[in-house]
């Protein structure tokens, strides 16, 4: 973890030093619809910030915000197996975007991976694939659909304390892999 910070430092820092005509910047809202044994939904909002290395690549690094619904597996009874509490989970990332042409509706593809700051929670990755539209001189609107996978905290059914004495029972936590299909709109400055 520390490591991947300090690498995410050395990135702004290299950035900020370079980007005097190739900065760009992004600011994306989005959702992600939950798919495979964890369907829950998040609520995303995010920004990344690098360089333009060329017309056709950009490299940057960014810092996101996902508002997370309370959840529970439906288990033995009134006993949750997997359960997780409503919670902002907030990423860091590097940023890789690539767009093929330059006209007014281009296509793009868009890889972000990172690690969760909060929450004890672990990996972080999305790869989209969108359409941008372009408004004013570098500025642009972004419509995206991607993957988004996530290593997430939960507390976990472990087992009952005394069984056939008492329902007592603990719980552990763990990190769970955890999938979603994301959409995104966004505007690139």
């Known amino acids: 973890m ?9 990135l702004f820092a290299t950035l900020s ?14 959702y992600t619809f ?14 990344t910030h690098g360089y333009q290395v060329c017309p056709y690549f950009y490299v940057g690094a960014g810092v996101g ?5 309370k959840y529970e597996t439906k288990g033995m009874g009134q006993y949750a197996l997997d359960s997780r509490d409503s919670k902002v ?8 975007h690539s767009t093929f042409i330059k006209t007014k509706f281009a296509p793009y593809v868009d890889v972000k991976l990172g690690h969760f700051l909060t929450n004890g ?28 996978f996530e290593k997430l905290k939960f507390e ?12 007592d029972y603990t719980r552990s936590s763990r990190l769970l892999d955890t999938e979603g299909i994301s959409i995104k709109l966004g505007y690139e400055f």
């Open 34 to 47: 939950g798919v495979g044994d964890y369907e829950f939904g998040r609520f995303e909002i995010s920004t």
């Open 2 to 10: 520390k490591k991947f910070l300090l690498v995410i430092a050395i």
């Open 156 to 167: 976990t059914f472990d087992r009952f304390t005394h069984p056939g004495v008492n329902m």
């Open 89 to 96: 989970g907030i990423p860091l990332f590097v940023d890789l």
């Open 65 to 69: 915000f996902h508002f997370m619904s």
């Open 17 to 30: 030093a370079s980007a005097q005509s190739g900065y760009r910047g992004f600011a994306d809202l989005g």
């Open 121 to 148: 929670d672990g990996f972080y990755a999305n790869a989209s694939a969108g359409v941008r539209m372009k408004t004013i001189g570098h500025q642009a609107v972004t419509l995206s659909i991607g993957y988004t």
